[in-house]
């Protein structure tokens, strides 16, 4: 059964040093998304990509996170300083289109900022 | 805002129970509606999706669709401890031109065996 994959699934990092994740979809899905999800509460999307263009950023800090799917494909988040506040689990997710497809989760990644 | 309302629990049944969830979402012209199951620490993996007004179910779930109440359902029979999890509802709708899907915050279901 085709999966969504994320590297690494735990990151310890030190507050101020720059943090990556590495997302790879479901074979076919155009629709990228990459999530932040704090205990308690629901997925909060960060950045939507549909093939290689994003098509909403609206939630994602620019000043110190950076996303980038070059071939519409796999997928890289970024963090840089890394902050106290970013620490929480972060998802990535891909559905064959935008609308009314079902959207697959990735395992996620547990990142701790110290 | 477009949003999406869970109650957050906990809901606690007894096993061989049914257990229903519910959710409200806000915006009238949303067309597609999905139940994930979380386990503690791990990624939310889908159950069920849902498009039409009605009824739709696998095996032991029954999603139900109100779209003139904005009103999304779950039931889960014959209940189990390992039902124990939180149940996320999501809409995917149009938020300024693109569409998303929106979560809510979960409802936390304890099967007590």
């Known amino acids: 059964e085709a999966e969504v994959a994320q590297s690494p699934r735990y990151k310890i990092t030190e507050k101020s040093q720059a943090v990556a994740f590495w997302c790879d979809p479901i074979s076919g899905h155009a629709t990228l998304y990459w999530y932040r999800q704090i205990l308690g509460q629901g997925p909060e999307l960060l950045v939507q990509f549909q093939d290689e263009s994003v098509v909403d950023d609206s939630q994602l800090p620019k000043d110190r996170f950076s996303a980038e799917r070059l071939k519409g494909v796999d997928s890289t988040l970024k963090i840089q300083p890394a902050e106290l506040g970013d620490s929480a689990m972060y998802l990535c997710?891909?559905?064959?289109?935008?609308?009314?497809?079902?959207?697959?989760f990735g395992p996620g990644t547990r990142l701790t900022v110290t | 805002q477009k949003e999406v309302e869970q109650n957050s629990g906990p809901l606690s049944v007894p096993e061989g129970a049914i257990a229903s969830l519910n959710c409200t979402y806000s915006?009238?012209?949303?067309?597609?509606f999905f139940w994930y199951r979380q386990y503690s620490g791990k990624s939310p993996e889908l159950i069920m999706s849902?498009?039409?007004?009605g009824d739709k179910e696998d095996g032991r779930f029954t999603a139900q669709l109100n779209k003139a109440s904005q009103y999304v359902s779950l039931l889960i029979r014959d209940s189990q401890p390992s039902d124990s999890a939180t149940y996320l509802c999501a809409v995917n709708t149009d938020t300024s031109g693109t569409y998303k899907y929106i979560f809510g915050t979960g409802t936390r279901l304890k099967v007590l065996a």
């Open positions: 849902i498009y039409s007004n």
């Open positions: 915006d009238r012209g949303s067309q597609s």
């Open positions: 997710a891909s559905s064959l289109g935008q609308v009314m497809y079902e959207q697959y």
